[in-house]
């Protein structure tokens, strides 16, 4: 069964035919090991800690830059800017940590079930340093020119319409991003240009409602260098909030997560611990799904999929 029948996407290397069958799954066994395995967990954090920190300091560097340079950067390019960032992170760092770039699509990834629990405060911590440390470049270059880039409510626009805004962005967003790790969708490559592209859209739109953040950490890293943390608590509940909506309606329309979605978030070897957890069929367990993951993980390659925001 070629991977793209289960929406996956192969890991780098020849084509399929170039090479036997046994040296490519050798190859893509390799490769999904050192994904889920512990003792490499520095690497997807360094990943995530410098994908956070080009997402910031394009985020919030674009309206700083804009205030440094009397509006040459403009709205346009400013909201268009984060979202180009999200699909360069995903086709580079997307094998390596996922691409996550967002405490909300951390936590969205594993209330789905995708993720470990256990992983999710390094993913979380690792995100708001790369923010802190691209608001301080920012601060150090710029002062506090634009407030930094600091996503706030517009001119007449309450916090309570701030925060829903940013509840339904990011509802969209996390439905997105799940939506292109699951069932016979691509995961990879495709999950770039469509995450990318709802994260420039939202921002085309809605950016003078909310600043269209969608991600604590890209809002509470100018908040916290800027010294400014009067609207941060928006910024924190409403995407928390979205994310959470986003997985319930998940649940509720698609059920239990894929094969594909485990694969996606975990690699090959996690999924297979998965699988035979499942397969045991203990109570309150589906054990169609462990078979259903037994049998994705001995005919396809694992991949860690591109997410982000």
């Known amino acids: 069964m070629p991977p793209h029948a289960y929406g996956m996407q192969e890991p780098p290397g020849d084509q399929p035919g170039e090479r036997d069958e046994r040296d490519q799954r050798d190859e893509w066994d390799a490769w ?34 804009n205030a440094v340079s009397h509006g040459a950067v403009g709205r346009t390019a400013a909201v268009v800017a984060p979202g180009i960032t999200v699909l360069a992170m995903i086709y580079t760092i997307g094998e390596s940590s996922g691409a996550h770039l967002n405490p909300a ?50 001119p007449g626009i309450s916090a309570g319409t701030a925060l829903t805004m940013e509840i339904v962005l990011s509802v969209g967003l996390v439905t997105v991003i799940l939506g292109t790790s699951s069932g016979a969708r691509n995961v990879g490559h495709n999950a770039a240009i469509a995450i990318g ?29 800027g010294g400014d943390l009067h609207d941060a608590w928006i910024y924190i509940a409403g995407p928390l909030a979205g994310a959470l909506l986003a997985v319930a309606a998940a649940w509720a329309l698609r059920g239990r997560p894929s094969a594909a979605a485990d694969l996606a978030a975990q690699g090959r070897r996690e999924a297979r611990k998965r699988a035979r957890r499942h397969a045991q069929g203990p109570q309150g367990l589906d054990s169609t799904r462990g078979d259903d993951i037994a049998r994705v993980t001995r005919q396809m390659p694992a991949v860690i999929g591109g997410r982000s925001l």
């Open 197 to 225: 592209g709802y994260v420039a859209l939202a921002g085309l739109w809605a950016s003078p409602v909310s600043g269209a953040s969608m991600n604590p950490a890209r809002s509470l890293g100018p908040a916290l260098v």
């Open 105 to 154: 699509v951390t936590v969205a990834f594993a209330a789905r079930g995708n993720f470990p629990w256990g992983r999710v405060p390094g993913y979380v911590l690792v995100q708001l340093l790369g923010a802190l440390a691209a608001a301080g470049l920012l601060r150090l270059m710029f002062g506090t020119a634009g407030h930094l880039g600091a996503t706030l409510p517009g």
């Open 32 to 65: 999904a090991a050192a994904f889920a395995d512990t003792r490499l967990e520095w690497r997807r954090l360094v990943a995530e800690a410098a994908g956070t920190f080009l997402l910031v300091l394009a985020a919030a560097g674009a309206g700083t830059v």
